[in-house]
């Protein structure tokens, strides 16, 4: 076939990524919550002790080299360079499919020695039986950077959803199985859970290599397209720093789980296995605490090459207004999410947790925390991608580290004082991000000068709602769970279902989306006409 028969523009690819993100996040949800109830604190800890391994590796190979891929096929595309679009496509290709075979080959044939360095040796299993799935994604994000760079987030979108289907049916399902009627140790159990995460890649990478094999760019042009040397060191001077970038992150955050994992087993003088419970039960707040930022990668995805792609046809206007409407996308969400986090979050996991009420109750602190974090976590997320887009792709590394070193040293000196222990790694993971956002902040000032979006503005409404909306949350809560006598599950249900309706009035009320920023979506004229926004 030829040339996409529709390119979505830059929300539009936003809004079918984030229709995406919806569902996934929903199965997502199917399988987790139900997860955790299975292998309470301490199944959860060796699953997430080996997820963040795999994560580690991943982003290691592939963080940034689809990012390139994408910024690399935008700008050729403007250009009307199809031929070097394909020849960028191949080396890649095989560029993704090296990295992905090592980092699968580390993962299996180190399993053991990788447990050993996180101070978890059950988590062996786990992350042996997750290796494959670095291969599989690794190929996965070349084929996706390479479509969204083609302008088509619907093969993205769609390989998600499968991704996340087979991750629940498998990886659940077969947890349920070994668990409940094999009786297996709560280790096993992890790795029966994790190995939906293998097959649902698996099904994903060919998903889309069914879909690239239908929809070929057939469309010739003229120019000759540069040999594969170039290009490779291309994807390699783009990729390379947005790698460090993000595993600068995913080294801090192993890091700083070891040394919780070493604080609470060598400062507090506990065993293996009630540390990794009390670790499990601070991720019962991580999980959803990373919930606002799935919803900033869909805007960061399509930010980059459209972003990219402006600035190549030296179209700063189109640039600015692009950051402009990201940043109004991001306030309007992320701050919400949190603070409803942060004001509900006991009954929330006791809704979500009935199995482990126990392991809700003590994860209800770290969302707590976590709540505020979140908004940071989203604010450096969008900044990174604004940063990389013009072209100061070291810059998110060096805030990284710093944010890092604050994060380490900040859990050594809580995770292990009596006071704090396992409470202090929310603390330390708050502050880590809060730097890394204002110092991102502060420098994305300095780069875009005049042209810099107006942080008080478009931070000052959102705040303002999301802080009366949280006020709404709490009382509404109590009123009904204390005076009106409902169960917890029904009051915390109503709460978030009013204190969301209540924010919405107020985005509208306050108009913090304007008619220009719905202008850049299909149909946005006719919403914006029909909610009465100029």
Request: aromatic share 10%; glycine share 8%.
């Amino acid at each position: 076939m030829g040339h996409f028969s529709h390119k979505q523009n830059f929300l539009g690819g936003v809004a079918v990524l984030t229709m995406a993100v919806v569902v996934v996040k929903l199965i997502s949800a199917v399988y987790k919550i139900p997860l955790g109830n299975l292998l309470d604190d301490e199944g959860m800890g060796h699953f997430n002790i080996a997820y963040n391994v795999y994560n580690f590796l991943l982003q290691l190979s592939t963080a940034g080299f689809p990012l390139a891929l994408s910024k690399m096929t935008s700008e050729a595309m403007a250009l009307g360079h199809f031929n070097q679009v394909r020849r960028q496509f191949r080396v890649a290709a095989v560029l993704f499919f090296v990295l992905g075979a090592a980092a699968s080959a580390v993962m299996f044939f180190c399993a053991g020695p990788l447990a050993e360095l996180m101070n978890d040796s059950l988590a062996y299993y786990p992350i042996k039986v997750l290796s494959p799935a670095v291969f599989f994604v690794c190929l996965i994000g070349c084929f996706r950077g390479y479509t969204q760079g083609r302008g088509n987030m619907v093969p993205t979108a769609a390989s998600q959803v499968l991704e996340a289907t087979f991750k629940l049916f498998i990886g659940l399902g077969l947890a349920w199985y070994v668990l409940n009627t094999l009786s297996v140790s709560v280790e096993i159990g992890a790795a029966a859970a994790i190995f939906g995460v293998t097959v649902g890649s698996a099904a994903a990478a060919l998903f889309l290599i069914t879909w690239l094999l239908r929809h070929r760019l057939s469309s010739r042009s003229g120019e000759q397209a540069q040999h594969a040397g170039p290009i490779l060191k291309k994807l390699l001077l783009i990729g390379v720093p947005i790698t460090l970038g993000s595993s600068v992150m995913s080294i801090i955050t192993l890091v700083d789980q070891t040394v919780v994992m070493a604080r609470l087993q060598n400062g507090l003088g506990l065993a293996e296995q009630a540390a990794a419970a009390l670790y499990g039960q601070y991720t019962f707040g991580m999980t959803l605490f990373n919930l606002p930022a799935t919803f900033v990668y869909p805007v960061t995805v399509s930010l980059i090459p459209a972003v990219s792609a402006a600035l190549t046809r030296q179209n700063t206007l189109q640039a600015n207004r692009i950051i402009s409407s990201s940043f109004r996308l991001i306030a309007l969400f992320s701050l919400p999410a949190g603070v409803g986090l942060s004001v509900l979050a006991q009954p929330i996991l006791q809704l979500l947790y009935p199995a482990v009420p126990d392991t809700a109750a003590a994860a209800a602190y770290h969302l707590q925390i976590l709540g505020a974090a979140a908004v940071f976590v989203c604010l450096m997320i969008l900044t990174n991608a604004i940063l990389q887009a013009c072209g100061r792709v070291y810059i998110p590394i060096v805030t990284a580290l710093i944010g890092g070193a604050v994060k380490i040293s900040t859990t050594y000196t809580l995770c292990g004082n009596p006071v704090f222990g396992i409470k202090g790694a929310p603390i330390s993971t708050t502050a880590c991000y809060a730097v890394i956002a204002v110092l991102n902040l502060c420098v994305l000032a300095a780069v875009l000068g005049k042209s810099r979006p107006r942080y008080l503005p478009l931070l000052c409404k959102p705040a303002l709602a999301a802080a009366l909306m949280g006020g709404c949350a709490h009382f509404v809560f109590r009123f009904l769970h204390t005076a009106a006598g409902l169960s917890p599950q029904w009051a915390v249900l109503a709460a978030i279902v009013l204190a969301a309706s209540f924010y919405a009035f107020l985005a509208l009320l306050l108009r913090m989306v304007t008619r220009e920023d719905l202008a850049l979506i299909p149909k946005g004229e006719k919403i914006a006409k029909i909610l009465h926004i100029r």
